[in-house]
Protein backbone atom coordinates (compact mmCIF):
# COMPACT_ATOMS: atom_id res chain seq x y z
CA UNK A 1 0.00 0.00 0.00
CA UNK A 2 1.66 3.23 -1.02
CA UNK A 3 2.18 5.92 1.97
CA UNK A 4 -0.58 8.48 0.44
CA UNK A 5 -3.52 5.83 0.47
CA UNK A 6 -1.73 4.90 3.89
CA UNK A 7 -2.09 8.80 5.40
CA UNK A 8 -5.66 8.72 3.49
CA UNK A 9 -6.95 5.52 5.79
CA UNK A 10 -5.04 7.21 8.77
CA UNK A 11 -6.97 11.01 7.74
CA UNK A 12 -10.50 9.05 7.43
CA UNK A 13 -10.41 6.99 10.67
CA UNK A 14 -9.22 9.71 12.99
CA UNK A 15 -11.37 12.38 11.19
CA UNK A 16 -14.64 11.79 13.14
CA UNK A 17 -12.54 9.53 16.21
CA UNK A 18 -14.57 9.29 19.45
CA UNK A 19 -13.76 7.55 22.92
CA UNK A 20 -15.67 4.71 21.95
CA UNK A 21 -13.43 4.18 18.67
CA UNK A 22 -10.67 4.46 21.05
CA UNK A 23 -11.53 2.23 23.81
CA UNK A 24 -12.34 -0.66 20.81
CA UNK A 25 -9.25 -0.13 19.21
CA UNK A 26 -6.79 -0.19 22.91
CA UNK A 27 -8.81 -4.15 22.99
CA UNK A 28 -8.39 -4.74 19.31
CA UNK A 29 -4.55 -3.49 18.24
CA UNK A 30 -3.18 -3.10 21.40
CA UNK A 31 -2.04 0.35 23.13
CA UNK A 32 1.04 0.73 21.83
CA UNK A 33 -0.51 -0.15 18.08
CA UNK A 34 -2.92 2.42 18.49
CA UNK A 35 -0.74 5.40 19.25
CA UNK A 36 1.34 4.85 16.88
CA UNK A 37 -1.47 5.23 14.20
CA UNK A 38 -2.51 8.42 15.98
CA UNK A 39 0.77 10.20 16.49
CA UNK A 40 1.56 9.28 12.60
CA UNK A 41 -1.52 11.25 11.84
CA UNK A 42 -0.92 14.26 14.21
CA UNK A 43 2.57 14.20 12.24
CA UNK A 44 0.76 14.44 9.17
CA UNK A 45 -2.61 16.49 9.61
CA UNK A 46 -1.88 17.97 13.24
CA UNK A 47 -4.64 17.83 15.99
CA UNK A 48 -8.01 17.31 16.13
CA UNK A 49 -10.46 18.90 18.90
CA UNK A 50 -10.49 15.25 20.48
CA UNK A 51 -7.13 14.24 19.51
CA UNK A 52 -5.38 17.52 21.28
CA UNK A 53 -2.35 17.01 23.00
CA UNK A 54 -3.98 18.56 25.74
CA UNK A 55 -5.76 15.43 25.84
CA UNK A 56 -3.39 12.62 25.60
CA UNK A 57 -2.48 12.01 29.38
CA UNK A 58 -6.21 11.30 30.04
CA UNK A 59 -6.63 9.58 26.90
CA UNK A 60 -3.05 7.23 27.67
CA UNK A 61 -4.35 6.37 31.31
CA UNK A 62 -7.76 5.11 29.74
CA UNK A 63 -5.87 3.25 27.09
CA UNK A 64 -3.70 1.88 29.86
CA UNK A 65 -6.51 1.01 32.19
CA UNK A 66 -8.86 -0.50 29.34
CA UNK A 67 -5.39 -2.53 28.53
CA UNK A 68 -4.45 -3.72 31.67
CA UNK A 69 -5.45 -2.36 35.33
CA UNK A 70 -2.98 -3.83 37.09
CA UNK A 71 0.04 -3.01 35.17
CA UNK A 72 -1.13 0.37 35.06
CA UNK A 73 -1.75 0.20 38.91
CA UNK A 74 1.98 -1.38 39.67
CA UNK A 75 3.00 1.79 37.33
CA UNK A 76 2.05 3.94 40.06
CA UNK A 77 1.03 6.68 38.36
CA UNK A 78 -0.81 9.64 39.12
CA UNK A 79 -0.64 12.48 36.23
CA UNK A 80 -0.18 16.11 37.52
CA UNK A 81 -3.35 17.96 36.80
CA UNK A 82 -2.82 21.07 35.01
CA UNK A 83 -2.82 23.53 38.04
CA UNK A 84 -0.05 22.04 39.59
CA UNK A 85 2.13 21.35 36.94
CA UNK A 86 1.95 25.39 36.22
CA UNK A 87 2.87 26.29 39.62
CA UNK A 88 5.55 23.49 39.66
CA UNK A 89 6.63 25.42 36.13
CA UNK A 90 6.50 28.22 37.83
CA UNK A 91 8.93 27.42 40.52
CA UNK A 92 11.51 25.75 37.88
CA UNK A 93 11.75 28.71 36.41
CA UNK A 94 12.60 30.39 39.20
CA UNK A 95 15.45 27.60 39.58
CA UNK A 96 19.71 27.45 38.49
CA UNK A 97 19.92 25.04 35.48
CA UNK A 98 20.61 25.56 31.91
CA UNK A 99 19.21 22.66 31.09
CA UNK A 100 15.60 21.18 31.52
CA UNK A 101 15.11 17.44 32.80
CA UNK A 102 12.23 15.92 33.07
CA UNK A 103 11.99 12.32 34.82
CA UNK A 104 9.71 9.59 34.03
CA UNK A 105 7.83 12.24 32.18
CA UNK A 106 4.84 9.90 30.80
CA UNK A 107 3.14 11.90 28.32
CA UNK A 108 4.80 15.47 29.36
CA UNK A 109 2.52 17.02 30.97
CA UNK A 110 5.53 18.70 33.09
CA UNK A 111 7.43 19.52 30.17
CA UNK A 112 4.76 20.61 28.01
CA UNK A 113 3.74 22.85 31.01
CA UNK A 114 6.95 23.98 31.64
CA UNK A 115 7.33 24.90 27.66
CA UNK A 116 4.35 26.59 27.61
CA UNK A 117 4.74 28.90 30.89
CA UNK A 118 8.48 30.38 29.61
CA UNK A 119 6.88 30.88 26.02
CA UNK A 120 7.71 29.84 22.17
CA UNK A 121 10.84 31.33 21.54
CA UNK A 122 12.48 30.20 24.78
CA UNK A 123 11.05 26.69 24.23
CA UNK A 124 12.06 26.73 21.10
CA UNK A 125 15.93 27.42 22.08
CA UNK A 126 15.84 25.39 24.49
CA UNK A 127 14.90 22.49 21.79
CA UNK A 128 16.78 22.99 18.98
CA UNK A 129 19.99 24.00 21.17
CA UNK A 130 19.15 19.89 23.27
CA UNK A 131 18.74 20.86 26.33
CA UNK A 132 15.58 19.07 26.68
CA UNK A 133 15.80 15.60 27.73
CA UNK A 134 13.26 13.17 28.86
CA UNK A 135 12.90 9.85 30.78
CA UNK A 136 10.41 7.51 31.42
CA UNK A 137 10.45 3.65 31.48
CA UNK A 138 7.16 3.38 29.11
CA UNK A 139 8.11 3.82 25.97
CA UNK A 140 4.74 4.37 24.62
CA UNK A 141 4.22 7.45 26.81
CA UNK A 142 7.55 8.91 25.93
CA UNK A 143 6.85 8.49 22.38
CA UNK A 144 3.89 10.33 22.67
CA UNK A 145 5.23 12.83 25.14
CA UNK A 146 8.27 13.32 22.06
CA UNK A 147 6.16 13.28 19.26
CA UNK A 148 3.82 16.01 21.62
CA UNK A 149 6.88 18.31 21.79
CA UNK A 150 7.52 18.15 17.96
CA UNK A 151 3.74 18.94 17.18
CA UNK A 152 3.84 22.04 19.20
CA UNK A 153 7.49 23.63 18.39
CA UNK A 154 8.69 21.93 15.02
CA UNK A 155 8.76 18.84 13.44
CA UNK A 156 12.06 19.13 12.66
CA UNK A 157 13.55 19.45 15.88
CA UNK A 158 13.00 15.98 16.31
CA UNK A 159 16.75 14.78 16.52
CA UNK A 160 17.22 17.54 18.86
CA UNK A 161 15.16 15.87 21.69
CA UNK A 162 16.54 13.59 23.78
CA UNK A 163 14.50 10.51 24.69
CA UNK A 164 15.89 7.85 27.10
CA UNK A 165 13.01 4.67 27.65
CA UNK A 166 14.94 3.47 30.58
CA UNK A 167 14.91 1.90 33.92
CA UNK A 168 16.09 5.42 35.48
CA UNK A 169 17.19 4.03 38.49
CA UNK A 170 19.98 1.56 36.77
CA UNK A 171 23.46 2.66 37.23
CA UNK A 172 24.34 3.92 33.28
CA UNK A 173 21.27 6.69 33.17
CA UNK A 174 22.77 9.69 34.22
CA UNK A 175 21.62 13.21 34.41
CA UNK A 176 23.34 15.77 32.54
CA UNK A 177 25.60 18.27 34.60
CA UNK A 178 23.91 21.66 35.18
CA UNK A 179 20.55 20.20 34.69
CA UNK A 180 17.41 21.35 36.86
CA UNK A 181 14.31 18.47 36.93
CA UNK A 182 10.99 18.78 37.07
CA UNK A 183 9.05 15.32 37.93
CA UNK A 184 6.63 13.14 39.20
CA UNK A 185 8.20 10.04 39.99
CA UNK A 186 6.23 6.53 40.21
CA UNK A 187 4.20 5.59 43.12
CA UNK A 188 4.74 2.09 43.94
CA UNK A 189 6.85 -0.01 46.37
CA UNK A 190 9.74 -1.92 44.87
CA UNK A 191 9.22 -5.45 45.14
CA UNK A 192 12.98 -6.44 43.47
CA UNK A 193 16.22 -4.06 43.14
CA UNK A 194 17.68 -3.89 39.48
CA UNK A 195 20.05 -5.92 38.82
CA UNK A 196 22.56 -2.62 37.80
CA UNK A 197 20.98 -0.35 40.37
CA UNK A 198 23.07 1.56 43.56
CA UNK A 199 21.62 0.22 46.52
CA UNK A 200 21.31 2.87 48.47
CA UNK A 201 20.37 3.09 52.44
CA UNK A 202 17.61 4.70 50.94
CA UNK A 203 16.42 2.36 48.64
CA UNK A 204 16.67 -0.57 51.34
CA UNK A 205 15.39 1.37 53.67
CA UNK A 206 12.15 2.73 51.90
CA UNK A 207 12.05 0.15 49.50
CA UNK A 208 9.97 2.96 47.50
CA UNK A 209 10.58 4.19 43.84
CA UNK A 210 9.24 7.99 44.62
CA UNK A 211 12.06 7.94 47.44
CA UNK A 212 14.81 6.20 45.43
CA UNK A 213 13.78 8.70 42.19
CA UNK A 214 14.19 11.53 44.85
CA UNK A 215 17.59 10.66 46.12
CA UNK A 216 19.08 10.03 42.40
CA UNK A 217 17.30 13.30 41.15
CA UNK A 218 18.51 15.45 43.42
CA UNK A 219 21.88 13.49 44.02
CA UNK A 220 22.69 14.11 40.35
CA UNK A 221 20.87 18.29 39.99
CA UNK A 222 21.03 21.85 40.02
CA UNK A 223 17.77 22.16 41.53
CA UNK A 224 14.77 20.00 41.33
CA UNK A 225 10.88 20.66 41.76
CA UNK A 226 9.54 16.96 42.33
CA UNK A 227 5.72 16.21 43.61
CA UNK A 228 5.56 13.01 45.97
CA UNK A 229 3.22 11.70 48.28
CA UNK A 230 4.43 13.67 51.50
CA UNK A 231 5.33 10.49 54.04
CA UNK A 232 9.07 11.06 53.28
CA UNK A 233 8.66 14.48 55.77
CA UNK A 234 8.35 12.17 58.64
CA UNK A 235 7.83 8.70 58.10
CA UNK A 236 10.73 6.60 60.00
CA UNK A 237 11.61 4.53 57.16
CA UNK A 238 12.67 7.77 54.71
CA UNK A 239 15.13 9.40 57.58
CA UNK A 240 18.19 8.28 55.00
CA UNK A 241 15.86 10.16 52.67
CA UNK A 242 15.79 13.10 54.97
CA UNK A 243 19.37 12.87 55.78
CA UNK A 244 20.80 12.96 51.81
CA UNK A 245 17.97 16.29 51.42
CA UNK A 246 19.34 18.06 54.57
CA UNK A 247 22.50 18.40 52.66
CA UNK A 248 21.30 21.08 50.47
CA UNK A 249 18.21 23.73 50.81
CA UNK A 250 14.40 24.05 49.79
CA UNK A 251 11.06 24.06 50.26
CA UNK A 252 8.08 21.61 51.26
CA UNK A 253 4.66 22.05 50.51
CA UNK A 254 2.11 19.53 51.89
CA UNK A 255 -1.25 18.82 51.03
CA UNK A 256 -4.15 16.96 53.02
CA UNK A 257 -6.32 15.11 50.48
CA UNK A 258 -9.80 16.22 52.28
CA UNK A 259 -11.81 17.79 51.74
CA UNK A 260 -9.71 18.54 48.09
CA UNK A 261 -6.87 16.69 47.05
CA UNK A 262 -3.77 17.46 45.03
CA UNK A 263 -4.24 14.61 42.65
CA UNK A 264 -7.89 15.61 41.49
CA UNK A 265 -10.56 14.25 38.48
CA UNK A 266 -11.38 10.68 37.15
CA UNK A 267 -8.92 8.25 38.09
CA UNK A 268 -9.56 5.70 35.49
CA UNK A 269 -8.95 1.83 35.92
CA UNK A 270 -6.91 0.96 39.02
CA UNK A 271 -10.25 -1.48 39.64
CA UNK A 272 -12.59 1.64 39.98
CA UNK A 273 -12.81 5.11 38.66
CA UNK A 274 -13.40 8.02 41.14
CA UNK A 275 -12.96 11.27 41.60
CA UNK A 276 -10.36 11.01 44.47
CA UNK A 277 -7.89 9.37 45.92
CA UNK A 278 -5.84 9.01 49.24
CA UNK A 279 -2.39 10.11 48.35
CA UNK A 280 -1.10 13.17 50.44
CA UNK A 281 0.88 15.17 48.08
CA UNK A 282 3.91 17.22 48.25
CA UNK A 283 5.97 19.12 46.40
CA UNK A 284 9.75 19.65 46.92
CA UNK A 285 11.72 22.55 45.73
CA UNK A 286 15.53 21.78 45.94
CA UNK A 287 18.71 23.80 45.19
CA UNK A 288 22.73 23.52 46.16
CA UNK A 289 23.48 26.25 47.44
CA UNK A 290 25.49 27.35 50.50
CA UNK A 291 22.68 26.92 52.95
CA UNK A 292 20.99 24.11 53.88
CA UNK A 293 17.50 23.80 55.57
CA UNK A 294 14.19 23.15 54.29
CA UNK A 295 11.60 25.41 54.54
CA UNK A 296 8.45 23.43 55.18
CA UNK A 297 4.19 24.51 55.35
CA UNK A 298 1.81 23.04 57.35
CA UNK A 299 -0.08 20.25 56.00
CA UNK A 300 -2.65 22.51 53.46
CA UNK A 301 -6.20 21.54 54.39
CA UNK A 302 -8.53 22.93 51.27
CA UNK A 303 -11.94 22.84 49.86
CA UNK A 304 -12.27 22.46 46.19
CA UNK A 305 -13.91 26.00 45.84
CA UNK A 306 -10.77 27.52 47.17
CA UNK A 307 -8.42 25.52 44.59
CA UNK A 308 -7.92 28.35 42.01
CA UNK A 309 -6.78 30.65 44.38
CA UNK A 310 -4.98 28.39 46.08
CA UNK A 311 -2.63 26.86 43.94
CA UNK A 312 -0.81 30.23 42.82
CA UNK A 313 3.41 30.53 43.73
CA UNK A 314 3.09 33.72 45.83
CA UNK A 315 0.03 31.97 47.43
CA UNK A 316 1.55 28.75 48.52
CA UNK A 317 5.12 30.47 49.54
CA UNK A 318 2.80 32.54 52.21
CA UNK A 319 2.49 29.45 54.18
CA UNK A 320 5.93 28.36 54.44
CA UNK A 321 7.74 28.29 57.80
CA UNK A 322 9.70 31.58 58.81
CA UNK A 323 12.81 28.51 60.41
CA UNK A 324 14.72 26.44 58.09
CA UNK A 325 14.55 22.91 59.38
CA UNK A 326 17.77 20.37 59.36
CA UNK A 327 17.90 16.49 60.35
CA UNK A 328 19.93 14.69 62.97
CA UNK A 329 20.06 12.01 65.20
CA UNK A 330 18.22 14.62 67.91
CA UNK A 331 15.60 16.23 65.43
CA UNK A 332 15.13 13.42 62.70
CA UNK A 333 11.68 14.28 61.86
CA UNK A 334 10.56 17.69 59.62
CA UNK A 335 7.90 19.56 61.39
CA UNK A 336 5.41 20.29 58.99
CA UNK A 337 4.20 23.73 61.34
CA UNK A 338 2.18 26.39 60.74
CA UNK A 339 4.58 29.81 60.66
CA UNK A 340 1.95 31.66 63.21
CA UNK A 341 2.99 28.95 65.37
CA UNK A 342 6.59 28.44 64.97
CA UNK A 343 7.13 30.33 68.47
CA UNK A 344 4.29 28.02 70.56
CA UNK A 345 5.94 25.06 68.99
CA UNK A 346 9.19 25.83 69.84
CA UNK A 347 8.40 26.68 73.70
CA UNK A 348 6.46 24.10 73.79
CA UNK A 349 9.23 21.57 73.27
CA UNK A 350 11.85 23.73 75.29
CA UNK A 351 10.05 23.75 78.32
CA UNK A 352 9.30 20.04 78.21
CA UNK A 353 12.83 19.44 79.06
CA UNK A 354 12.41 16.08 76.81
CA UNK A 355 9.49 14.71 78.80
CA UNK A 356 6.97 12.95 77.13
CA UNK A 357 3.71 11.77 78.06
CA UNK A 358 4.86 7.60 78.00
CA UNK A 359 6.41 8.32 81.08
CA UNK A 360 2.74 9.58 82.69
CA UNK A 361 1.50 6.14 81.67
CA UNK A 362 1.59 3.02 83.70
CA UNK A 363 0.84 -0.54 82.98
CA UNK A 364 -2.17 -0.42 84.79
CA UNK A 365 -3.71 1.72 87.22
CA UNK A 366 -7.46 3.08 88.47
CA UNK A 367 -7.58 6.01 85.80
CA UNK A 368 -8.05 5.26 82.08
CA UNK A 369 -8.46 7.21 79.23
CA UNK A 370 -9.38 5.99 75.78
CA UNK A 371 -8.43 8.06 72.72
CA UNK A 372 -10.16 7.44 69.38
CA UNK A 373 -7.06 6.67 66.55
CA UNK A 374 -8.96 8.80 63.89
CA UNK A 375 -9.20 12.20 64.33
CA UNK A 376 -10.09 14.03 61.30
CA UNK A 377 -10.46 17.44 62.96
CA UNK A 378 -9.42 16.93 66.55
CA UNK A 379 -8.27 14.39 69.05
CA UNK A 380 -10.75 13.59 71.60
CA UNK A 381 -9.91 11.48 75.42
CA UNK A 382 -13.20 9.65 77.44
CA UNK A 383 -13.17 8.51 80.77
CA UNK A 384 -14.15 5.34 79.34
CA UNK A 385 -13.97 2.67 76.50
CA UNK A 386 -16.09 3.99 73.24
CA UNK A 387 -17.99 1.60 71.28
CA UNK A 388 -15.57 1.74 68.00
CA UNK A 389 -12.87 0.16 66.58
CA UNK A 390 -9.73 2.03 66.49
CA UNK A 391 -8.82 3.61 70.15
CA UNK A 392 -5.58 3.74 72.14
CA UNK A 393 -5.94 2.73 75.67
CA UNK A 394 -3.97 4.76 78.80
CA UNK A 395 -3.83 3.78 82.02
CA UNK A 396 -2.83 6.25 85.26
CA UNK A 397 -2.09 5.75 88.68
CA UNK A 398 -2.18 9.76 90.02
CA UNK A 399 -5.27 11.45 89.69
CA UNK A 400 -3.62 14.82 89.02
CA UNK A 401 -1.79 13.06 85.94
CA UNK A 402 -5.10 11.84 85.04
CA UNK A 403 -6.75 15.06 84.66
CA UNK A 404 -3.84 16.89 82.76
CA UNK A 405 -4.07 14.32 79.88
CA UNK A 406 -7.50 14.14 79.78
CA UNK A 407 -7.55 17.67 78.95
CA UNK A 408 -4.34 17.88 77.35
CA UNK A 409 -5.50 15.71 74.75
CA UNK A 410 -9.35 17.50 74.52
CA UNK A 411 -7.06 20.83 73.54
CA UNK A 412 -5.40 21.22 70.76
CA UNK A 413 -1.85 20.64 71.50
CA UNK A 414 -1.69 16.68 70.88
CA UNK A 415 -4.09 17.19 67.74
CA UNK A 416 -1.30 19.46 66.16
CA UNK A 417 1.56 17.66 67.42
CA UNK A 418 -0.21 14.49 64.92
CA UNK A 419 -0.77 17.21 61.98
CA UNK A 420 3.07 18.40 62.02
CA UNK A 421 4.22 14.53 61.91
CA UNK A 422 1.68 12.86 60.57
CA UNK A 423 -1.79 14.00 59.72
CA UNK A 424 -2.63 10.27 58.21
CA UNK A 425 -5.60 8.61 58.76
CA UNK A 426 -4.79 7.41 61.78
CA UNK A 427 -2.89 8.64 65.08
CA UNK A 428 -0.12 6.33 65.80
CA UNK A 429 0.86 4.90 69.30
CA UNK A 430 4.40 5.57 69.35
CA UNK A 431 4.04 8.93 68.12
CA UNK A 432 1.35 10.01 70.70
CA UNK A 433 4.01 8.41 73.24
CA UNK A 434 6.35 11.05 72.09
CA UNK A 435 3.90 14.10 72.39
CA UNK A 436 6.37 16.69 74.74
CA UNK A 437 4.84 17.24 78.10
CA UNK A 438 4.47 19.90 80.89
CA UNK A 439 2.95 17.93 83.35
CA UNK A 440 6.15 18.67 85.96
CA UNK A 441 5.58 22.16 85.17
CA UNK A 442 2.38 22.36 86.68
CA UNK A 443 1.74 24.35 89.89
CA UNK A 444 -0.86 22.99 92.25
CA UNK A 445 -3.43 26.02 90.99
CA UNK A 446 -3.15 24.70 87.59
CA UNK A 447 -3.82 20.92 88.70
CA UNK A 448 -6.87 22.54 90.13
CA UNK A 449 -7.64 24.08 86.81
CA UNK A 450 -7.35 20.59 85.14
CA UNK A 451 -9.55 18.70 87.69
CA UNK A 452 -12.37 21.09 87.66
CA UNK A 453 -12.78 21.27 83.82
CA UNK A 454 -12.05 17.46 83.32
CA UNK A 455 -14.75 16.92 85.60
CA UNK A 456 -17.58 19.11 84.04
CA UNK A 457 -16.15 17.41 80.63
CA UNK A 458 -16.58 13.27 82.06
CA UNK A 459 -19.63 14.89 83.57
CA UNK A 460 -21.73 16.26 80.38
CA UNK A 461 -19.84 13.23 77.91
CA UNK A 462 -22.53 11.66 77.03
CA UNK A 463 -24.40 14.62 75.41
CA UNK A 464 -21.97 15.21 73.13
CA UNK A 465 -21.33 11.80 72.13
CA UNK A 466 -21.93 10.84 68.13
CA UNK A 467 -21.93 7.87 66.20
CA UNK A 468 -21.34 6.85 62.97
CA UNK A 469 -22.50 3.17 61.13
CA UNK A 470 -20.57 3.68 58.12
CA UNK A 471 -17.66 0.60 59.37
CA UNK A 472 -19.70 -1.18 62.29
CA UNK A 473 -20.77 1.80 65.86
CA UNK A 474 -17.83 4.17 65.55
CA UNK A 475 -18.75 6.36 68.26
CA UNK A 476 -16.66 9.56 69.72
CA UNK A 477 -17.33 12.68 71.67
CA UNK A 478 -17.33 16.34 70.00
CA UNK A 479 -17.37 18.71 72.54
CA UNK A 480 -17.72 22.36 72.35
CA UNK A 481 -14.92 24.77 71.42
CA UNK A 482 -15.56 27.12 74.67
CA UNK A 483 -13.69 23.48 76.22
CA UNK A 484 -10.85 23.26 73.60
CA UNK A 485 -10.40 27.44 74.32
CA UNK A 486 -10.33 27.10 77.38
CA UNK A 487 -7.71 24.53 78.11
CA UNK A 488 -5.24 25.97 75.31
CA UNK A 489 -5.48 29.48 77.05
CA UNK A 490 -4.32 27.63 80.46
CA UNK A 491 -1.56 25.51 78.24
CA UNK A 492 -0.40 28.93 76.42
CA UNK A 493 -0.13 30.82 80.18
CA UNK A 494 1.91 27.95 81.96
CA UNK A 495 4.68 28.18 78.49
CA UNK A 496 4.77 32.26 79.80
CA UNK A 497 2.77 32.82 76.15
CA UNK A 498 1.21 35.62 75.78
CA UNK A 499 -1.25 34.23 72.85
CA UNK A 500 -4.96 34.00 72.50
CA UNK A 501 -6.52 30.30 72.17
CA UNK A 502 -7.81 31.46 68.53
CA UNK A 503 -4.73 31.46 66.85
CA UNK A 504 -5.26 27.62 67.20
CA UNK A 505 -7.96 27.58 64.64
CA UNK A 506 -5.62 27.44 61.97
CA UNK A 507 -4.79 23.86 62.61
CA UNK A 508 -8.58 22.82 63.26
CA UNK A 509 -10.26 23.95 59.99
CA UNK A 510 -10.67 22.47 56.89
CA UNK A 511 -9.98 25.66 54.77
CA UNK A 512 -6.74 26.92 53.76
CA UNK A 513 -7.74 30.57 52.95
CA UNK A 514 -9.89 31.51 55.26
CA UNK A 515 -7.93 31.39 58.54
CA UNK A 516 -4.64 30.91 57.23
CA UNK A 517 -3.28 34.21 55.71
Known amino acids: ?279 RAAITVVNKNKNIGFKLTPLIRFKNIERENLLKCDILENFLGEKSQTISNENPSFAKCHKQLENIFESWTLKSENHILKELITPSAEFTISMPNTCRYYTTASAEQMKRNGQIIMHFDNEDIFNFIYCFINSSFVYWFWRMYDGGITYPTNLLMKVPSIFHLLKPEDKQFFKKIAQEMINKAEDYKITKKNVGIQENIKYPKKYRDKINERILKILDLNENASIFDIVHSNMALEVNL
Open 1 to 279: MCKTHLKNNIKKKFKNYTLQNYEEDVKNLGLSNIWDLICEYIIAFGETEFLSIKNFSELYEIGLATQDKQQKKNYGQYYTPDDVAKVMSQWLDKQEGEIICDVSCGTGKLIITYLDYIGKERAIDLIKNEKIYLYDLDKVALKICKISLMVKYGLEFGNCIHDFACDFLDNNVILPKNCKTIANPPYAVISNFGENWNITNVIKDTKEYYSAFMEKIVEQSKSTVIITPYSFISGNKFYSLRQVLTKYSGFIYSFDNVPGNIFRGKKHGIFNSNTSNSV
